[in-house]
């Protein structure tokens, strides 16, 4: 890449503006946008569903810890550098990289991040599409007093059409690129200030619906009570892993965000606001998803990952008022995969815009076009391709792991070395200076010695149980 591109932030900084995307309108509008970042698929479809084969609290307890020790201060690196960057991912690197006087390779951190994703966005339309499918056929009455295995049917003829998953799919891939076109204060800011109270109201109208209609006792003692000998070895990496995930580290969607962060907010306790509504939102969805799973006694919740597109829908056609609330819940879903999809593409847009003199239009044309064409390979290994496989996994696993299990652990471990170990301390204190100097030093003690050993262990011994 060339020398020239190698710009500072740009010197609007010393003046207090921001740099060319713009920037929210306040720390209130960050933490909506990192929310609608955080919570998506991972917490209503993924988290519920990863909760009931792992038998429910003790994997709950352990993702929590989780979060508090590698995700919220992971989480604080990257906002951090993105702030202090104040570009896309790939060039806040590129500066950051050079301001610490290290190895070019560094970089990578920023391409990594950026290259998963837009992999990851491939087949997170896809799944959201059958969110948006689900939406229709739950307010036209499909699931109307329908069997499991009614149901079965219905999810497989989906999954069996290339041209209705293709069609959902380019659906949802319009509605994330609309909203990036507009930029980071019309179009992004403005519509997490719309789609994430919305998707609260949302959230406690089905809960609302869950406690009157559901077997609440039930749902709840399986969310939160203590069953330690469901919990396997396997079973604590993927509550690591989807810490990761569902708080979109790993990918640079919240360094971006973080780029566009006012200069006097306070990066500790914004993070924590993230940090806790994403946990909520995960929990409150488990509430709200296992009681009425649990009112159908046909339907057992470690279903796997048809436990929201087959046994939700069965529950939700036999209650009275299930239609209404299905359709509901099928909206909800989408909003949350929305305001995360338009994280996943926004790193990339940027870095166009930077350093090719792209327009937003052009590049999101650009970067949409692309992630729909790979996600073309998640369509169709749903059927033509299904058998197509390597390593055992067919296209849609394959993105899936790599970008899961290898690309988000990689980058959040560099991650936490490059600010524990590389940056100098005096420059990473200073884009923090309102926290205590007790709070500082707890933080950056947990990043150097807690956040890497325990994503090394993810990585590590997730790649081995995958492959042996
Ligand atoms: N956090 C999102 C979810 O839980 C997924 C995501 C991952 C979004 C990485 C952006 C970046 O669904």
């Not at 900084?13 to 740099?19: I, M, P, T, V, Y």
């Not at 729909?372 to 059927?383: H, R, Y």
Request: glycine content about 12%; some cysteine; aromatic content about 14%.
């Amino acid at each position: 890449m060339a020398e020239e591109q190698l710009t500072a932030p740009s010197s609007d900084e010393a003046s207090g503006k921001r740099g060319i995307h713009g920037a929210w309108s306040s720390r209130w509008t960050f933490v909506m946008a990192a929310t609608g970042s955080a919570v998506g698929l991972g917490n209503i479809w993924k988290f519920p569903y990863i909760a009931g084969e792992n038998g429910g609290g003790a994997f709950v307890l352990v993702y929590l810890i989780c979060i508090l020790l590698v995700g919220m201060p992971v989480m604080v690196a990257e906002v951090m550098l993105g702030r202090r960057g104040r570009q896309s991912p790939i060039n806040a690197m590129r500066y950051l990289t050079q301001e610490a006087g290290l190895h070019g390779a560094w970089n990578a951190i920023g391409w990594l991040g950026v290259t998963a994703g837009l992999m990851i966005l491939s087949y997170y339309a896809v799944i959201a599409g059958w969110a948006l499918y689900y939406i229709g056929q739950m307010a036209s009455g499909t699931f109307q007093g329908a069997s499991a295995d009614q149901a079965g049917v219905v999810f497989g003829q989906l999954l069996s059409s290339p041209k209705e998953l293709i069609f959902w799919q380019s659906i949802f891939m319009l509605l994330t690129m609309a909203v990036v076109v507009g930029g980071v204060t019309r179009g992004l800011g403005v519509a997490v200030r719309i789609l994430m109270p919305l998707l609260f109201v949302l959230l406690v109208i089905l809960l609302g619906f869950s406690i009157q209609r559901g077997d609440f006792a039930r749902g709840f003692s399986f969310l939160f009570s203590f069953n330690f000998e469901a919990l396997t070895w396997a079973g604590v990496l993927e509550a690591m892993g989807h810490a990761f995930f569902t708080l979109s580290l790993g990918m640079g969607a919240i360094m971006a965000y973080g780029a566009y962060m006012p200069d006097h907010a306070r990066i500790g306790r914004t993070v924590l606001a993230v940090g806790f509504l994403d946990t909520l939102v995960a929990l409150l969805a488990g509430l709200a998803i296992f009681p009425i799973v649990f009112a159908n006694p046909t339907i057992e919740p470690g279903a796997g990952p048809g436990l929201m597109f087959v046994s939700l829908p069965v529950a939700f056609g036999n209650m009275a008022g299930g239609l209404l609330f299905g359709s509901i819940f099928f909206v909800l879903v989408t909003l949350a995969a929305w305001s995360s999809a338009i994280s996943l593409i926004e790193p990339a847009v940027a870095f166009l815009i930077e350093s090719k003199g792209f327009n937003r239009i052009t590049a999101n044309l650009l970067l949409g076009g692309l992630a729909w064409s790979v996600g073309l390979g998640s369509v169709l290994s749903f059927n033509v391709w299904a058998d197509v496989t390597l390593a055992g996994f067919n296209f849609f696993e394959f993105m899936d792991f790599l970008t899961s299990s290898v690309m988000l652990p990689l980058t959040g471990l560099f991650i936490a070395l490059f600010v524990g170990w590389l940056m100098k301390p005096e420059a990473v204190r200073s884009e923090l200076m309102d926290e205590s100097s007790g709070v500082f030093t707890a933080w950056r003690w947990i990043l150097r010695y807690i956040s890497p050993a325990a994503v090394l262990v993810v990585f590590v011994m997730g790649v081995y149980k995958t492959f042996s």
